[in-house]
Antibody, heavy 117, light 106 residues
């Protein structure tokens, strides 16, 4: 069974870097796409991109291309979302989720990222 | 760029049928999934591949997708169905695009 466990809440300053994680405790990591979904305060869900850890094939939603980096380590069963220079507008909740049968059917608990000076 | 349009809000009386629409260019050519999102909770898929139920989702929830519009229908709406609902459209191996979300008030 897929269980996605995300890293804990983060408080950062603008301009700082950050890498958050999403670990699958099961044994099927690498056989499905994982996506990252953002929800900023008061707004809806946005899919940032997806990665296939089996071969690291990564697809970004155009508005997030160049703004973040999605990666995965198949050996540890972990996917990552990374920022090089955070902005206040990056404040939000970030979810990882498994894509299966053309849906995100299994979600991590979410990681709250707060960017404030 | 491809966009999905949902009504910002829908209000329904308990026991009545709620209908939430999702519009996009040639949406019927893509698979659509629907998610329920309650405050402080993780989003949950309630319909996938246009009209299929995940395990554990009551059959009060149903979906359809044709032309430019996908529809989520909740029959016999209950207070526990009150939530934000999002549609999502998928092309093969591309990030799924979400609609703007609909707040369902019961």
């Amino acid at each position: 069974e897929v269980q996605l466990e995300q890293s804990g809440a983060e408080v950062k300053k603008p301009g700082e870097s950050l890498k958050i994680s999403c670990k699958d405790s099961g044994d099927t990591f690498g056989t499905y796409w994982i996506g990252w979904v953002r929800q900023v305060p008061g707004k809806g869900l946005e899919c940032m991109g997806i990665i296939y850890p089996g071969d690291s094939d990564t697809r970004y939603t155009p508005s997030f291309q160049g703004q973040v980096t999605i990666s995965a380590d198949k050996s540890t069963g972990t996917a990552y979302l990374q920022w090089n220079r955070l902005k206040a507008s990056d404040t939000g909740i970030y979810y990882c989720a498994r894509r299966f049968n053309s849906a995100f059917d299994n979600w991590g608990q979410g990681t709250l990222v707060t960017v404030s000076s | 760029s491809f966009e999905l349009i949902q009504p910002p809000s829908v209000t329904v009386s308990p026991g009545q049928t709620a209908t939430i629409t999702c519009s996009g260019d040639k949406l019927g050519d893509k698979y659509v999934s629907w998610y329920q999102h309650k405050p402080g909770r993780t989003p949950m898929v309630v319909i996938y591949q246009d009209d299929k139920w995940p395990s554990g989702i009551p059959d009060r929830f149903s979906g359809s997708n044709s032309g430019n519009t996908a529809t989520l229908t909740i029959s016999g709406t209950q207070s526990l169905d009150e939530a934000d609902y999002y549609c999502q459209a998928w092309d093969v191996n591309t990030p799924g695009i979400f609609g703007g979300g609909t707040k369902l008030t019961v």
